[in-house]
């Protein structure tokens, strides 16, 4: 709430209002319509500092981004996605989840379940990236 000082207050706000009402609700009710015939129209900075917030905010995308490859043809277990997304997260101090949920968020994603060979459950589209070779190998002395 903003209160106005006694000081500044103007006492003929009023009558100043009422003389230019008719404009002022012309000017409402184009706005209105405009608004009902093109919508919301943010200015581009807004939607492009909004759609930043949502990315930094989004802590699966961030994973799949960083540890997943995507293409029609790849397909990874379940267990082996959660077991990568459960380290990466707790690295990163995101929330982890079970893994219902995060496969019921990577559904939302459109990331299809399928079976592996032998009828493990997968995700289809998503493999996890190859791990650096120090961590394949880490008993290797170079």
């Known amino acids: 709430t903003v209160t106005i000082p006694p000081e500044r207050r103007d006492g003929r706000l009023t009558e100043k209002l009422l003389k230019e009402r008719d404009g002022i609700l012309a000017w409402a009710v184009e706005g209105c319509s405009r608004w009902q ?6 200015p581009a900075s807004v939607v492009s500092a909004t759609e930043e917030y949502f990315e930094a905010e989004d802590a699966l995308g961030q994973w799949i981004e960083e540890r997943c490859l995507l293409a029609k043809s790849h397909r990874e277990g379940v267990s082996e ?3 990568d997304w459960r380290e990466w997260a707790e690295r990163a101090g995101e929330y982890v989840g079970s893994v219902k949920r995060f496969s019921e968020l990577m559904a939302t994603r459109k990331f299809e379940k399928c079976r592996l060979t032998g009828g493990a459950r997968a995700i289809a589209g998503i493999a996890l990236r190859p ?6 190998y880490p ?4």
């Open 37 to 42: 015939r093109q919508g919301l129209k943010p």
């Open 81 to 83: 996605l959660f077991a």
């Open 131 to 136: 791990k650096p070779y120090s961590n394949a």
């Open 139 to 142: 008993y290797r002395d170079d």
